[in-house]
């Protein structure tokens, strides 16, 4: 499986293109950190990808991301992929073990708080964002209340990255792809 045909699962399955973007923020800081770690880059971005792509059609957590682990299958993505997406949910019951399956765990949630700080900015982007702007928004418990720190604490830790270090990581990642989640702002990149 490539990059493409994971697209083209996104493409079928979401029309939300608020999920879409998140999924691709997702992506980017996984092709981050597979960068970073000597790892295969695109199935890692393949994960990022699929990760909610069944969120729509199972918008439950009794159903996602179980319900479209069939659907995975039957379009051939590989195991270590299906693995990773069921493993980003602690109610599926499966562990995360790889260091895939942590990156994914740890790099759903802050997206969210990082898009939700750069859409607050005057610029509106990521590519003036820093991490003292994320702290602030941090300590505000009813800003972007979706995103839960405790979660977003957790991941990094199993991660074993640093939280603010990993908040820093992914600012990074998604910046490269700004424009494609219309988070360039009024910045020139």
């Known amino acids: 499986m ?40 695109e199935t890692w971005a ?9 969120w729509e059609i199972h918008p439950t957590m009794e159903q996602h991301p179980l319900a479209g682990e069939p659907i995975l299958r039957q379009r051939g993505v590989p195991e270590e992929v299906i693995r990773a997406v069921l ?6 019951g499966v562990p995360r073990q790889t260091r895939m399956e942590k990156a994914l765990y740890a790099c759903d949630e802050v997206t969210g708080l990082v898009t939700a700080v ?10 003036d964002l820093e991490i003292s702007s994320v702290k602030k928004k941090w300590k505000d418990k009813a800003f972007a209340a979706g995103a839960n720190r ?9 991660f074993g990255i640093e939280l603010w ?15 494609e989640l219309e988070l360039g702002g009024n910045i020139q990149a």
């Not at 493993?87 to 599926?92: C, E």
């Not at 270090?165 to 424009?179: D, F, K, P, S």
């Open 46 to 54: 393949i994960s990022g990808l699929l990760h909610d792509f069944d």
């Open 87 to 92: 493993s980003h949910a602690d109610h599926t």
């Open 118 to 127: 750069a859409y607050v900015r005057p610029s509106r982007s990521l590519l």
């Open 150 to 158: 405790a979660d977003i604490e957790k991941a990094a830790a199993e």
């Open 2 to 41: 490539n990059r493409s045909e994971a697209l083209a699962i996104v493409h079928e399955y979401v029309r939300n293109d608020n999920l879409t973007k998140h999924m691709l923020s997702v992506e980017a800081a996984m092709v981050f950190y597979a960068e970073r770690f000597g790892e295969d880059p």
């Open 165 to 179: 270090e990993h908040v820093g990581n992914v600012i990074l990642a998604m910046r490269r792809i700004a424009t």
